[in-house]
């Protein structure tokens, strides 16, 4: 019988903290076939002693055939599973969208009774504009830094900055709700005007290579469909609204 691959992990287990490192360390090494050798460093002293001993700065560390692999990041690299996204990625606009349109179907069919639904469609925008404020609301200074960038109002207006997320989050709740449309429809016929405009701008017509704020301050969501598509599904729940009157 084949014998199963083994490696060493050191990891910190104490009473008031384990690593969540180290467990996840634990994890990857045991679904990669590895039997582990699970070392647990139960005291600070002990843990500052393995430091010193193996002459690194962090733990958990990994050994595989004797040779010190390192911490769980070095670890995923190792297995050709980068342990964090590198460079560029759609991934957060990806995930918000896809579930603020399960959640504008579910929340429709409560209270149509149907799967497909106009109010579906409009509690799509309307949940995404307030799931999108969110995001940026977590960290205004740090998003309002990085909107100054490309927005051409923010640019002229510092504290344009600082409203839009507010006004946005605005918007998506009063549409949500159906009320006060004389307030929700310029709202967001207004910025998702002035973004529009700066997005087409910085990314089509200047050409530069931008980080997109629409998802927050931290985001590697590069500027260009994404935020122009933001923009441009304000300006079309607007202009739907005030034309819905007389459609319907």
């Not at 205004?140 to 490309?150: A, G, I, P």
């Not at 159906?178 to 701008?201: N, Q, R, Y």
């Amino acid at each position: 019988m084949k014998q199963p691959r083994t490696a060493t992990l050191y990891r910190m287990v104490m009473p008031g903290h384990v690593c969540p490192y180290g467990i996840k360390s634990k994890w990857l090494l045991e679904r990669e076939g590895y039997a582990v050798e699970d070392h647990h460093l139960t005291t600070r002293g002990e843990t500052d002693a393995f430091k010193a001993e193996h002459g690194v700065e962090t733990t958990p560390q990994a050994f595989i055939g004797g040779e010190r692999i390192g911490g769980y990041t070095d670890l995923a690299a190792h297995f050709g599973k980068p342990a964090k996204t590198q460079g560029t990625t759609y991934r957060p606009v990806i995930a918000l969208f896809a579930l603020m349109a399960l959640m504008a179907v579910g929340a429709a069919l409560v209270a149509t009774g149907e799967w497909i639904s106009i109010l579906a469609a409009e509690w799509f925008v309307s949940f995404s504009m307030c799931g999108l404020a969110y995001l940026k609301l977590r960290d205004v200074e740090t998003f309002s830094t990085m909107f100054l960038n490309y927005d051409l109002l923010a640019k002229r207006w510092v504290p344009y900055g600082y409203i839009y997320p507010y006004a946005e989050g605005l918007a998506g709740v009063l549409m949500t709700a159906h009320i006060l449309d004389f307030l929700s429809i310029p709202v967001a016929l207004t910025i998702g005007t002035i973004g529009a405009v700066s997005v087409f701008k910085a990314v089509y017509i200047d050409r530069r290579e931008l980080k997109c704020a629409c998802v927050g301050g931290d985001s590697n969501v590069p500027l260009g469909f994404v935020s122009l598509t933001e923009n441009l599904f304000m300006i079309g729940m607007a202009v739907w609204m005030l034309a819905k009157p007389a459609m319907l």
